[in-house]
């Protein structure tokens, strides 16, 4: 009979160890299984493909409009400066000082060439208009070359060899400015008579 209680004792005892929970697993154990997220690293895109890309953009929105486009120009230019660097940087600030400088006076006239004349604006918009803007050219021909995209031609008006304005509504209304840029020669005046009266010389 002892041996019985003790028989069934004994499998009590492997059932309840049996049923016991595994141990939990440290904090430590925790920590070692645990994975953290990588942050994805950053990434920078490079000049050339920025500046391809931003060129690319104007082309496929350019206006048609001559007062649009150069304000559209401005704006790529100013912002395509603020990324690139060296001579190409350089050749930008240049293109986008030019169109600055037209927009400030054109806007302000309403791109009406009698107003910007009234402004007294009219010398240096025909200086503008009718010389080389410093940079765009250069700019355009950067462009070409990395991106192979042809951006507008500055505006301009057609002068002939002498410098005169070939538009004869132009020239009337730029006259003023003309005569700023180019001012008449004196007058002729007649030449000094030589003094002909005779110089006595005293005698002796």
Same mark, same amino acid.
């Given at each position: 009979?002892?041996?019985?209680?003790?028989?069934?004792?004994?499998?009590?005892?492997?059932?309840?160890?049996?049923?016991?929970?595994?141990?939990?697993?440290?904090?430590?154990?925790?920590?070692?299984?645990?994975?953290?997220?990588?942050?994805?690293?950053?990434?920078?895109?490079?000049?050339?493909?920025?500046?391809?890309?931003?060129?690319?953009?104007?082309?496929?929105?350019?206006?048609?409009?001559?007062?649009?486009?150069?304000?559209?120009?401005? &704006?790529?230019?100013?912002? =395509?400066?603020?990324?690139? %660097?060296?001579?190409? !940087?350089?050749?930008?600030? @240049?293109?986008? *000082?030019?169109?600055?400088?037209?927009? &400030?006076?054109?806007?302000? =006239?309403?791109?009406?060439? %009698?107003?910007?004349? !009234?402004?007294?604006?009219? @010398?240096?918009? *025909?200086?503008?208009?009718?010389?080389?803007?410093?940079?765009?050219?250069?700019?355009?021909?950067?462009?070409?070359?990395?991106?192979?995209?042809?951006?507008?031609?500055?505006?301009?008006?057609?002068?002939?060899?002498?410098?005169?304005?070939?538009?004869?509504?132009?020239?009337?209304?730029?006259?003023?400015?003309?005569?700023?840029?180019?001012?008449?020669?004196?007058?002729?005046?007649?030449?000094?008579?030589?003094?002909?009266?005779?110089?006595?010389?005293?005698?002796?």
């Amino acid at each position: 009979m002892i041996a019985i209680s003790t028989f069934f004792a004994i499998v009590s005892l492997y059932v309840v160890i049996d049923q016991r929970p595994a141990h939990p697993a440290s904090s430590s154990d925790r920590q070692t299984t645990t994975t953290t997220p990588r942050a994805a690293p950053a990434t920078t895109i490079p000049i050339d493909n920025r500046l391809c890309g931003l060129a690319q953009r104007l082309v496929a929105t350019l206006p048609t409009d001559q007062q649009a486009i150069a304000g559209a120009m401005q &704006d790529f230019y100013t912002e =395509a400066a603020t990324f690139t %660097d060296g001579d190409l !940087r350089g050749d930008l600030i @240049a293109a986008g *000082r030019f169109y600055t400088e037209v927009n &400030d006076i054109a806007v302000k =006239a309403n791109w009406d060439i %009698d107003r910007i004349v !009234r402004n007294n604006d009219g @010398a240096r918009w *025909r200086a503008l208009m009718t010389g080389t803007p410093t940079g765009v050219q250069e700019a355009r021909q950067d462009l070409r070359d990395l991106c192979r995209t042809n951006l507008p031609d500055p505006p301009s008006i057609e002068v002939d060899s002498a410098g005169r304005i070939r538009d004869p509504t132009l020239a009337r209304l730029l006259a003023p400015a003309d005569k700023e840029i180019h001012p008449p020669p004196p007058p002729d005046t007649a030449p000094d008579e030589p003094d002909t009266t005779a110089t006595s010389t005293p005698p002796a």
